[in-house]
C-alpha cells in the first residue's frame, strides 16, 4: 500500500502563492488517482483535486478551477498542487490520499496523514 506525505504549506498574503507536495513511498499505479482534500477550521473535509500518477488526467474543484494546478514527478514519485491567486477561504489544512470517485464525487481510499496547513491572510 502506498503511503503518502504531505509537506509545502505555510502563511501567504491573498493573491499569493504556494506549491505542496505529496510524496509516495510504496508501489503507485499509473492509472489510479491520487487526490488533494482540504479542511478549514470547523468544516468538514472537501475534494480539492485530482490526478492520475501517469499526469494524464485531472479534475478540479469549481472553487479552484484555474487558480490551483496538480501535476506529478514521476521520477521523484511526488505529486504537486500548485496553488496560485490565493484567498482567504483556502486557508485549511491540506491532505493527500488515494482517490476514487463514488457517487459522483471524489473519496478518499486511503489513511489520512498529518496533512499540511495552509493559511491566506486577507
Known amino acids: 500500500q502506498v503511503q503518502l506525505v504531505e509537506s509545502g504549506g505555510g502563511l501567504v498574503q491573498a493573491g499569493g502563492s504556494l506549491r505542496l507536495s505529496c510524496a509516495a513511498s510504496?508501489?503507485?499505479?499509473?492509472?489510479?488517482?491520487v487526490g488533494w482534500f482540504r479542511q478549514a477550521p470547523g468544516k468538514g473535509r472537501e475534494f480539492v483535486a485530482t490526478i492520475t500518477w501517469s499526469g494524464s488526467t485531472t479534475y478540479y474543484a469549481d472553487s479552484v478551477k484555474g487558480r490551483f494546478t496538480t501535476s506529478t514527478d514521476n521520477t521523484q514519485n511526488t505529486v504537486y498542487l500548485q496553488m496560485n491567486s490565493l484567498k482567504p477561504e483556502d486557508t485549511g489544512v491540506y491532505y493527500c490520499n488515494t482517490a476514487i470517485l463514488m457517487g459522483g464525487g471524489w473519496s478518499a481510499m486511503g489513511s489520512w496523514g498529518q496533512g499540511t496547513q495552509v493559511t491566506v491572510s486577507s
Open positions: 510504496g508501489r503507485t499505479t499509473s492509472n489510479r488517482f
